[in-house]
T-cell receptor, first 113, second 118 residues
Framework: AQSVAQPEDQVNVAEGNPLTVKCTYS??????LFWYVQYPNRGLQFLLK??????LVKGSYGFEAEFNKSQTSFHLKKPSALVSDSALYFC???????????FGQGTTLQVKP | GAVVSQHPSRVICKSGTSVKIECRSL??????MFWYRQFPKQSLMLMAT?????????EQGVEKDKFLINHASLTLSTLTVTSAHPEDSSFYIC??????????????FGPGTRLTVL
């Protein structure tokens, strides 16, 4: 069965420091991986995805993610965090059979000034 | 591009009434739309998958007679919560995926609808 795990409920970083939000996955076949961000009382905004190609994927708002097949990970990163990056982040994998997105449980990112 | 809207953004209704939520893809054609429910500080729970012109496919445990889904056009899907009760209070989010050949597998999400049933 396909699954996604985000091992951290919350990540705290200081503004200006690099941030990492972790995601690991379990799929059969090639993974289609996504990161979304959710601000309070809002829907999800697409950040980036990995389908194939370069393992380092660049996305919106300066975010990037590194696909690591051997570690089955797709961690979200940003070199310099902003207070406005504080939000709820979801990693997701597309089920190859159904096309559905399977979401992780979400990680709250708190960036402090 | 890839904008999805939802209406209304917030609705308060009395127990026993029905509420309709609209989901529109504004700048692309969506052959597939998805309806999710989200509880506070939790992940999204897929309720159903809606394909244009056909009946929705509901996830296990979701009552199809209570949550009526209609996907009448390539840009509009509606979710009707029938005979709503306080336990139906939640944040409902739709998403849409382009069905064009060569289209991406990316789901684009609406801003959500906060339903409160009194």
């Amino acid at each position: 069965a396909q699954s996604v795990a985000q091992p951290e409920d919350q990540v705290n970083v200081a503004e200006g420091n690099p941030l990492t939000v972790k995601c690991t996955y379990s799929v059969s076949g090639n993974p289609y991986l996504f990161w979304y961000v959710q601000y309070p009382n809002r829907g999800l905004q697409f950040l980036l995805k990995y389908i194939t190609g370069d393992n380092l994927v660049k996305g919106s708002y300066g975010f990037e993610a590194e696909f690591n097949k051997s570690q089955t990970s797709f961690h979200l990163k940003k070199p310099s965090a902003l207070v406005s990056d504080s939000a709820l982040y979801f990693c997701a994998v597309r089920d190859g059979n159904t096309g559905k997105l399977i979401f992780g449980q979400g990680t709250t990112l708190q960036v402090k000034p | 591009g890839a904008v999805v809207s939802q209406h209304p953004s917030r609705v308060i209704c009395k127990s026993g009434t029905s509420v309709k939520i609209e989901c529109r893809s504004l700048d692309f054609q969506a052959t597939t739309m998805f309806w999710y429910r989200q509880f506070p500080k939790q992940s999204l729970m897929l309720m159903a998958t809606s394909n244009e012109g056909s009946k929705a496919t509901y996830e296990q445990g979701v009552e199809k007679d209570k949550f009526l889904i209609n996907h009448a056009s390539l840009t509009l899907s509606t979710l009707t919560v029938t005979s709503a009760h306080p336990e139906d209070s939640s944040f409902y989010i739709c998403s849409a995926k382009s069905g064009l050949a060569g289209g991406t597998d990316t789901q684009y999400f609406g801003p959500g609808t906060r339903l409160t049933v009194l």
